[in-house]
Each structure stands twice: as structure tokens, then as C-alpha cells.
Nanobody, 122 residues
Framework: QVQLKESGGGLVQPGGSLRLSCTTS????????VAWFRQAPGKELEGVSC????????VYADSVAGRFTISRDIAKNTVYLQMNSLKPEDTAVYYC???????????????WGQGTQVTVSS
């Protein structure tokens, strides 16, 4: 069972920033893509961003492009999601997931973390 652990969520005011972390194993980072998804209350799961294990290619949802940045620190076995200019509509539980594909649909991502809550509110 692949272990994925998200952290970094919390309460932030509109316009603020948060950095989420997804800690896993070196093996996963070397061979699997890592993606961030989110799910707001009453809404479907939404792909936010993903990063390839091979060449570092990234994909962003239109709703977060220019505000969110995905990155990784191999030495720390961690993938980050830097979230800037946060809006109330970014409020959701954020999950990281791994798979052998690079897209923002949940199909094909086999392992999921437990999620971390992000709340954007004044």
C-alpha cells in the first residue's frame, strides 16, 4: 500500500497563501505522477494540478492556473502545492494521488491520501 500524507491545510483569508505538502516515498516520486485534487461540499472531485515523474511536466486546471504552483523536493520525498491569491471558491478538502498517467481526471490514480482541509474565508 502506497503511503501518501497531506499536510498544510488551514484557514486563510481571501488573497492569502498556503502551501500544501504531500509526503510519500522516493520510489513513488521516481516512477509515478503525483496529482492534487479537491472536493468542495456538495461538489464533484476536481483535478487541480499534476506533475510527471519523468520530466517534471505539469498540468493545471484553468481555475487555478497562474495562482497555484506544483513542485517537488526529491530529497524530502515531498510534492508541494503552493496556493496564492486564494479565493473562497478554493475552499475544499485537498487530496494528493499517484498514478501512471498525467491528467486531471481521477480515473487512473490508484493511491490517495486522506486529505487536508483548506478554508478561505474572512
Amino acid at each position: 500500500q502506497v503511503q501518501l500524507k497531506e499536510s498544510g491545510g488551514g484557514l486563510v483569508q481571501p488573497g492569502g497563501s498556503l502551501r500544501l505538502s504531500c509526503t510519500t516515498s522516493r520510489f513513488i516520486l521516481d516512477y509515478y505522477s503525483v496529482a492534487w485534487f479537491r472536493q468542495a461540499p456538495g461538489k464533484e472531485l476536481e483535478g487541480v494540478s499534476c506533475m510527471s515523474s519523468t520530466d517534471g511536466d505539469t498540468v493545471y486546471a484553468d481555475s487555478v492556473a497562474g495562482r497555484f504552483t506544483i513542485s517537488r523536493d526529491i530529497a524530502k520525498n515531498t510534492v508541494y502545492l503552493q496556493m496564492n491569491s486564494l479565493k473562497p471558491e478554493d475552499t475544499a478538502v485537498y487530496y494528493c494521488a499517484t498514478g501512471r498517467i498525467l491528467w486531471l481526471k481521477p480515473e487512473g490514480y490508484d493511491n490517495w491520501g486522506q486529505g487536508t482541509q483548506v478554508t478561505v474565508s474572512s
